[in-house]
């Protein structure tokens, strides 16, 4: 299990890089799209796709032909057997990394879940140091009317750029300086963060901001967090000018009259705001440059468009994945029926095989007894007919990289045939079906239709 969850996610961050490469190539073909921050929720949302189950195909799987014939024709030489790796001491530390991976995997993402719950707790530390404002100290009439429930203005002595944060009850945070802009510019300032506040943008960057922190081992999913609030900050400059027209060159003016009395590099983190931190200098030029060679928006045929494309390339993915996919082979295998001795070993000789050898492995025990996969894999047969009639009742099971394994003599069924089974799952019970001489579990281990010698396997005493 541990297995499958690690390589899932490395899946996943391999996945996630070359869709943040895919889309940069778009935006160099499309530059409106880095006025549509919903697009980066659709790359992020398609960085999970592994992580979501794989259709299911038919597969035809080879039934090995020395299971369908009687025991005197299937009888072959004997040869050293080549030792399976779950045996070999290499694999003792494999078994180990696993588990180990994957729990150093949770505590990084544990601790920068506490880091992100840090970076919180100041920025609502330096809400509540701030002093309560008025609404109509900054907002007219019009404005006021449109605002949720519990909606505050503070201000802080502090030089940040002014920003907008909150969970369920928001609050607009202005520096004191605020007041030596001209009102022009300061209702500039109130307009663009009152649209971050319309387009829930710090609801957004907080979750977003979470995500990030608990799949740190995908390193694209950082740069999608930076490009989200840069095209956050481009589509509120664009929102604020088309609410206000012409006023394009006033706008700049205060994007660098503000630039010039904030000190950028303590901003809070979590805040979506006019001005951002020191490490997004670069996106200063692009805003300005955007005031005044505005690319046309993307229409609202265009984003449908390009949904429909990444909801079609989801699409093609899973269904490529679940053609290409199948069972993992086995890393450790599993005794088949717990506290039971062995009465027959692989190549055994007895008289009443008339000293053929044994092909597989008997478990002695009692009629009823519950028998377990030996490993994960899938069920390809399950009833007492498929193979030959002297196996009585048997499940056939298929692990991949060409091994299966089979339980023959049983008593009862607890699985389907296709269906999928962990390592240690019930399958059945013991039984005396087929050609016994009393209640026992047959056990046989195959490698592409060969069968093994299962000590080589398992721990048999």
């Given at each position: 299990?541990?297995?499958?969850?690690?390589?899932?996610?490395?899946?996943?961050?391999?996945?996630?890089?070359?869709?943040?490469?895919?889309?940069?190539?778009?935006?160099?073909?499309?530059?409106?799209?880095?006025?549509?921050?919903?697009?980066?929720?659709?790359?992020?949302?398609?960085?999970?796709?592994?992580?979501?189950?794989?259709?299911?195909?038919?597969?035809?799987?080879?039934?090995?032909?020395?299971?369908?014939?009687?025991?005197?024709?299937?009888?072959?030489?004997?040869?050293?057997?080549?030792?399976?790796?779950?045996?070999?001491?290499?694999?003792?530390?494999?078994?180990?990394?696993?588990?180990?991976?994957?729990?150093?995997?949770?505590?990084?993402?544990?601790?920068?879940?506490?880091k992100v719950a840090q970076q919180w707790h100041r920025l609502q530390r330096l809400i509540q140091l701030a002093q309560p404002l008025p609404l109509s100290a900054l907002l007219h009439k019009n404005q006021r009317a449109g605002l949720p429930a519990?909606?505050?203005?503070?201000?802080?002595?502090?030089?940040?750029?002014?920003?907008?944060?909150?969970?369920?009850?928001?609050?607009?945070?202005?520096?004191?300086?605020?007041?030596?802009?001209?009102?022009?510019?300061?209702?500039?300032?109130?307009?663009?963060?009152?649209?971050?506040?319309?387009?829930?943008?710090?609801?957004?960057?907080?979750?977003?901001?979470?995500?990030?922190?608990?799949?740190?081992?995908?390193?694209?999913?950082?740069?999608?967090?930076?490009?989200?609030?840069?095209?956050?900050?481009?589509?509120?400059?664009?929102?604020?000018?088309?609410?206000?027209?012409?006023?394009?060159?006033?706008?700049?003016?205060?994007?660098?009259?503000?630039?010039?009395?904030?000190?950028?590099?303590?901003?809070?983190?979590?805040?979506?705001?006019?001005?951002?931190?020191?490490?997004?200098?670069?996106?200063?030029?692009?805003?300005?440059?955007?005031?005044?060679?505005?690319?046309?928006?993307?229409?609202?045929?265009?984003?449908?468009?390009?949904?429909?494309?990444?909801?079609?390339?989801?699409?093609?993915?899973?269904?490529?994945?679940?053609?290409?996919?199948?069972?993992?082979?086995?890393?450790?295998?599993?005794?088949?029926?717990?506290?039971?001795?062995?009465?027959?070993?692989?190549?055994?000789?007895?008289?009443?095989?008339?000293?053929?050898?044994?092909?597989?492995?008997?478990?002695?025990?009692?009629?009823?007894?519950?028998?377990?996969?030996?490993?994960?894999?899938?069920?390809?047969?399950?009833?007492?007919?498929?193979?030959?009639?002297?196996?009585?009742?048997?499940?056939?099971?298929?692990?991949?990289?060409?091994?299966?394994?089979?339980?023959?003599?049983?008593?009862?069924?607890?699985?389907?045939?296709?269906?999928?089974?962990?390592?240690?799952?019930?399958?059945?019970?013991?039984?005396?079906?087929?050609?016994?001489?009393?209640?026992?579990?047959?056990?046989?281990?195959?490698?592409?239709?060969?069968?093994?010698?299962?000590?080589?396997?398992?721990?048999?005493?």
């Open positions: 299990m541990a297995q499958t969850i690690v390589l899932t996610l490395l899946q996943c961050s391999v996945w996630s890089a070359l869709l943040w490469w895919l889309l940069q190539q778009l935006q160099r073909k499309i530059p409106a799209l880095t006025l549509w921050p919903m697009l980066y929720w659709l790359i992020l949302v398609l960085g999970f796709l592994p992580l979501l189950p794989t259709p299911e195909f038919a597969t035809a799987w080879p039934l090995p032909s020395v299971l369908l014939q009687d025991a005197v024709l299937s009888v072959h030489t004997l040869t050293a057997q080549p030792q399976h790796p779950a045996v070999t001491p290499a694999l003792l530390s494999w078994q180990l990394l696993w588990p180990l991976t994957l729990t150093i995997l949770l505590l990084v993402s544990f601790w920068q879940l506490l519990g909606f505050t203005i503070r201000q802080t002595p502090l030089t940040v750029s002014p920003f907008i944060a909150g969970g369920r009850r928001m609050v607009l945070v202005v520096p004191a300086y605020i007041w030596q802009l001209p009102p022009e510019q300061r209702g500039l300032l109130v307009s663009h963060e009152l649209v971050h506040l319309k387009r829930r943008d710090p609801q957004q960057l907080l979750l977003l901001r979470i995500v990030v922190a608990c799949c740190w081992f995908m390193p694209s999913l950082r740069y999608l967090e930076r490009a989200f609030s840069h095209s956050t900050e481009l589509a509120v400059d664009r929102a604020v000018l088309q609410q206000q027209p012409g006023q394009a060159v006033l706008y700049g003016q205060t994007l660098l009259h503000s630039l010039k009395l904030s000190q950028s590099a303590r901003t809070p983190a979590m805040a979506a705001g006019f001005i951002q931190a020191n490490t997004d200098k670069a996106l200063y030029p692009q805003r300005l440059a955007a005031l005044f060679q505005q690319a046309p928006a993307l229409s609202a045929t265009a984003k449908s468009g390009l949904g429909l494309l990444f909801a079609g390339l989801m699409l093609l993915s899973q269904f490529s994945w679940g053609a290409l996919s199948g069972p993992v082979a086995v890393a450790q295998w599993r005794l088949p029926v717990v506290n039971a001795g062995v009465s027959s070993f692989f190549a055994e000789r007895h008289p009443i095989r008339q000293q053929r050898p044994h092909q597989g492995v008997d478990f002695a025990a009692a009629k009823g007894v519950v028998v377990v996969a030996g490993g994960q894999g899938r069920v390809l047969i399950a009833d007492d007919s498929s193979l030959n009639s002297r196996y009585g009742k048997v499940v056939l099971i298929e692990h991949g990289a060409g091994y299966q394994t089979l339980y023959a003599h049983l008593d009862a069924f607890h699985v389907k045939p296709g269906q999928l089974v962990r390592g240690g799952e019930p399958i059945g019970t013991v039984g005396d079906t087929g050609r016994v001489t009393g209640p026992h579990l047959h056990f046989e281990i195959l490698l592409n239709g060969e069968q093994q010698n299962p000590a080589l396997y398992l721990p048999l005493e």
